[in-house]
């Protein structure tokens, strides 16, 4: 997404500043461990478990959403539609 948000914003901000950002992406994707997981706001939905364990032949895990919020995390919420991605 940053490529082409990138390619789109280069006349405006100039390729200096792009280069900059970009610059700055790639070396920190290099010094860290980068992790992500999902999770539902929905609680129980087949959908889910058709798409994601298998039918629903796979694993369930369980986790106190209470003790994860007091981990060193951002919880972000998806955003599939590319046009909203673009304007946030």
Do not use: P
Not at 36 to 42: G, P, R, T, V
Not at 44 to 70: C, E, I
């Amino acid at each position: 997404m940053w490529q082409k948000v990138a390619n789109d914003l280069i006349q405006e901000m100039g390729y200096e500043f792009i280069d900059s950002i970009d610059k700055i992406i790639h070396f920190s994707g290099t010094k860290c461990l980068v992790l992500a997981s999902c999770f539902s706001l929905a609680g129980d939905v087949l959908s889910q478990w058709r798409a994601y364990a298998n039918y629903g032949q796979g694993y369930v895990v369980g986790f106190n959403a209470k003790q994860m919020t007091n981990l060193n995390i951002k919880a972000l919420k998806v955003e599939y539609n590319e046009k909203k991605q673009f304007r946030n």
